[in-house]
Antibody, heavy 118, light 110 residues
Framework: EVQLVESGGGLVQPGGSLRLSCAASGFVVSSDYMAWVRQAPGKGLEWVSVIYGGDNAKYADSVRGRFTISRHNSQNTLLLQMNSLRPEDTAVYYC????????????WGQGTLVTVSS | QSALTQPASVSGSPGQSITISCTGTSTDVGNYNLVSWYQQHPGKVPKVMIYEVSNRPSGVPDRFSGSKSGNTASLTISGLQAEDEADYYCSSYTTISSYVFGTGTKVTVL
């Protein structure tokens, strides 16, 4: 069964850092395109970052220069390093797989809540 | 990258058909057939309903259909059912090799 499980969310002060992890099972993270999507409380979905082959990655304007997406291939895990966090980064963060055939997000994790507040 | 534009809400009675529009630009919807649609029930994880403009993943009812004309994509739900009440988001690949979501549409079944 294809599954994604996020961890690492929590409460952090403005300016702080947090690293999210997304453990995959049923497929190999290094062989698929992966993404992070977030949803602020009561708001819509927002693409945060997508990683293609190797280290080829793209970021939303709102997080570029502060967030870094990467893979930990030996642990079959997707990562999101978040630095210089702002209150507006408060959201549920989902990791998701971009299906090779569909090029759509065909598998999602359950999400992890990040709260940036003093 | 600006969010794609969707109506905030659409409603219909059971059995009716509704259509949700998703308007982008020539740098996203108008330039690629990589438009997908997601359904999200309250407190739940989004689920892909349509990919590549008009294709349905296995298990998605055929009352869901998608199309595109120019810079606007559309999702049609025919034979509306109570369980279709949810938020719907479109998404498109863009010319900067990234993706963008729509603003989201709340579908209400009257």
């Amino acid at each position: 069964e294809v599954q994604l499980v996020e961890s690492g969310g929590g409460l952090v002060q403005p300016g702080g850092s947090l690293r999210l992890s997304c453990a995959a099972s049923g497929f190999v993270v290094s062989s698929d395109y992966m993404a992070w999507v977030r949803q602020a409380p009561g708001k819509g979905l927002e693409w945060v970052s997508v990683i293609y082959g190797g280290d080829n990655a793209k970021y939303a304007d709102s997080v570029r220069g502060r967030f870094t997406i990467s893979r930990h291939n030996s642990q079959n895990t997707l990562l999101l390093q978040m630095n210089s966090l702002r209150p507006e980064d408060t959201a549920v963060y989902y990791c998701a797989r971009l299906g090779a055939v569909t090029m759509a997000l065909d598998c999602w994790g359950q999400g992890t809540l990040v709260t940036v507040s003093s | 990258q600006s969010a794609l534009t969707q109506p905030a809400s659409v409603s219909g009675s059971p059995g009716q058909s509704i259509t949700i529009s998703c308007t982008g630009t020539s740098t996203d919807v108008g330039n690629y057939n990589l438009v997908s649609w997601y359904q999200q029930h309250p407190g739940k994880v989004p689920k892909v309903m349509i990919y590549e403009v008009s294709n349905r993943p296995s298990g998605v009812p055929d009352r869901f259909s998608g199309s595109k004309s120019g810079n606007t994509a559309s999702l049609t739900i025919s034979g509306l059912q109570a369980e279709d009440e949810a938020d719907y988001y479109c998404s498109s690949y863009t010319t900067i090799s990234s993706y963008v979501f729509g603003t989201g549409t709340k579908v209400t079944v009257l």
